[in-house]
């Protein structure tokens, strides 16, 4: 499976005429690859190349944002290349291994950009974020994580972010007479009380397997802290079968065998939204999933939210677990890198645009305006502007979820290599189907760390 899913990556869709909100943040464009200069006069000597990806919103924003550099450095202007999702995959991985890659190379930071760091093939910005301290402190913190390698930064944190959220169906948790979770120990009590109601504890798509992901990131987390997962994608040997790891995959288990799942959940995908239509025709009581999920139930869930019957949290404590209960998991960011094959005027025009037309005000106004929380603290001065309740006090807590985190953990599947992210899936689903033991897992993943 393609760890970049368009269906999960950065949708957050809003009703038409909700305080201007425009259609959702989408992975996958709908042509490509399509070239511009985005300016009047072309390239020079001293410009720069950045490829990215279609589809709006945030086609149109990088076009603008290209054009405000371009309008004010007539010598050195940036040329434009977009692509679809899957194309621009391909054709990054190529232009980079033979070191033909554009200046600035967008990405989504994590394995992939380890990968060019091993081979040499980006820059290393720890210095320049050194020289512009103002620029690195704006940023959410938690996003730098993705941009890290070795302590070493090689990407600036850009456009979005979208944490993991536990949404939960208000209306369900009044018919059993029940408050909402805060640990773990909660959630498995409320398993049976639901389905006494026959409502299904828990929605979800686990034909898709990253849906289930979810629930690992977090319990691996709420355990052991980020320190497990770190080991892994760092390729401490036989990481997988660190105590707290076998804990969280012995834990996921007993919610399976607990009926913690819709029945049949192993047949439900996430790409139809089937899984979000369980919730807010309440059928199922709770949702673990991307705060992406919020614009399609407002559209689609009649008055699921606009009559305030949706709640949402971030992911509980487990009783004497060592995380910290404000880290979250998901994307805390897109991450532009620049080449290390690039001339020195390339290179110093590529800095330029990523310290004044990636994070500056008008683009932080126009992220908001698409209904999306961008990785900077300034976008909380923003959020008076929207006009919807609903849609207000869901921005604030995505805002405050991603910015009070003491770490954002980047998603498994896009962190680990994609081998390594294929074994992770295809074991993640033999998981919660029950057809290996947590010792199993840990062992099939142990043999893939480092690769």
Same mark, same amino acid.
């Given at each position: ?256 065998? %607990? #009926? ?5 959940? @192993?047949?439900?995908? &996430?790409? *139809?939204? =089937?899984?979000?239509?369980? +919730? ?122 991603? %910015? #009070? ?5 980047? @998603?498994?599947?896009? &962190?680990? *290599?994609? =081998?390594?992210?294929?074994? +992770? ?27």
């Amino acid at each position: 499976m393609d760890p970049i899913t368009t269906s999960r990556r950065n949708f957050l869709r809003f009703t038409a005429g909700a305080a201007g909100l425009a259609a959702g943040l989408s992975a996958c464009g709908t042509s490509g690859p399509q070239s511009s200069d985005s300016s009047t006069g072309g390239t020079t000597a001293s410009g720069a190349t950045y490829w990215f990806l279609t589809g709006p919103p945030q086609e149109a924003i990088r076009d603008v944002q290209v054009k405000r550099f371009n309008d004010a450095n007539s010598g050195t202007q940036i040329k434009t290349t977009k692509f679809q999702n899957d194309a621009f995959k391909q054709k990054i991985k190529t232009a980079i291994g033979a070191g033909q890659a554009p200046t600035l190379i967008w990405g989504w930071g994590g394995g992939g950009l380890k990968s060019y760091v091993d081979a040499n093939q980006v820059e290393d910005l720890t210095g320049w974020f050194g020289q512009n301290a103002a620029l690195k402190d704006g940023i959410f913190p938690s996003a730098f994580g993705a941009a890290t390698v070795g302590s070493k930064i090689y990407a600036m944190p850009v456009e979005t972010t979208t944490p993991i959220v536990l949404f939960y169906d208000k209306r369900s948790f009044e018919k059993i007479g029940a408050e909402p979770p805060k640990s773990w120990g909660d959630i498995m009590n409320l398993v049976p009380k639901f389905n006494e109601k026959g409502i299904a504890p828990f929605s979800l798509g686990g034909q898709s397997r990253w849906t289930n992901m979810m629930w690992l990131e977090f319990l691996f987390d709420r355990i052991g802290g980020p320190e497990v997962f770190q080991n892994i994608f760092d390729g401490k040997a036989d990481g997988w079968n660190d105590p707290a790891a076998i804990q969280a995959l012995t834990e996921v288990q007993n919610l399976v065998k %607990a #009926n913690g799942f819709i029945k049949g959940f @192993s047949s439900i995908t &996430a790409d *139809s939204n =089937a899984d979000q239509a369980l +919730l807010y025709t309440g059928k199922a009581a709770m949702m673990l999933h991307g705060a992406w999920t919020y614009g399609n139930m407002k559209t689609s869930g009649g008055d699921f939210v606009t009559g305030g019957h949706l709640g949402y949290m971030n992911f509980p404590p487990v009783d004497g677990g060592k995380g910290d209960p404000s880290n979250t998991v998901g994307n805390p960011g897109q991450y532009l890198s620049i080449s290390s094959k690039a001339t020195d005027g390339e290179k110093e025009t590529a800095k330029k645009f990523l310290a004044n037309n990636t994070l500056d005000d008008a683009s932080v106004d126009a992220w908001v305006k698409s209904g999306n929380i961008p990785v900077v603290k300034s976008a909380k001065d923003k959020l008076s502007s929207v006009s919807d309740p609903n849609d207000k006090a869901w921005l604030n807590f995505v805002y405050d979820t991603s %910015a #009070n985190a003491k770490t954002f953990a980047q @998603s498994w599947d896009q &962190a680990l *290599s994609p =081998a390594a992210a294929e074994t +992770l899936l295809d074991n993640i689903a033999k998981l919660f189907q029950l057809s290996v033991t947590p010792q199993q897992f840990a062992s099939n993943m142990n043999a893939v760390i480092g690769k």
